[in-house]
């Protein structure tokens, strides 16, 4: 791979659902790219495919039309080097604490030995904050803390790629805050990658450093901006993802009267 390479190319990916009676168009010949090191946010009203443009970036949907690379390859099927973050508080192993939960997939996708995996789980665990809590088991901890270990399990498998839907959003605003705080000092730490799924303008702006508006059902690519931390710039920037998302609405009243 070239160093300007993109490390996720999105090339005009059209995704659709084919149920009995309908086939479903969820994004139209989206394109994008996804640099090394970027924050890149997938933001759209409800429905606009930002989850079904994450799935097949997961390998779990093939597109009906485009492609998408990783580091070149075409993504074909699931892998390690792709790892989600959904918004559930439930995708943890109830069973297993939360060490043995982050370090499963290290023992199971990367083959690591018992001892080695749960070292690295361990220091995954704590970066999160959540030391204290490794022999728990999810039911004793709440909702951000359940987040946290995904997050960690997500990061300890060290994948190319960290694809995260809507992580914060059944938080409570508080909660959601630090969480987003949380999530920028990982990333100074780590710089990882990710491609951050929300319906937040706020949100956003805040954890991303690239944006990409998609319009509403099926999702096209309205325009991809750079965020910025300067407050009143982050005011603008607000103002205008509204205008730009909400357009088509003041254009559809228009064409009612
Ligand atoms: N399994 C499925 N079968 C059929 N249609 C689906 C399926 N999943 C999603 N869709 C449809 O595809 C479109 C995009 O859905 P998707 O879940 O990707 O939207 P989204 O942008 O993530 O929305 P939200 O912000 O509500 O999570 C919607 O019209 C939805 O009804
Ligand atoms: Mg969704």
Redesign the pocket.
Known sequence: MQPQEPLLAVKGVTLQ?K?PQHL?T?TYRVSFDVHQGDRFILL?P???????LQKAVGGYMAPTEGEMTLKGRRITEPGPDRMMVFQEFDQLLPWKTVKQNVAFALQSAKRMSQREAEEKALHYVDKVGLSKFADSHPHMLSGGMKQRVAIARGMAMEPDILLMD?PFAALDALTRRKMQDELLKLWEETRFTVLF?T?SIAEAIKIGSRILLLSP?P?RVKAEINSTTDPKEAAELERYIHETLFAHEKQEELEHV
């Open positions: 659902y149920t479903i969820a759209g409800s429905g606009c495919g930002k989850s079904t809507e799924v319906h059902h999702g």
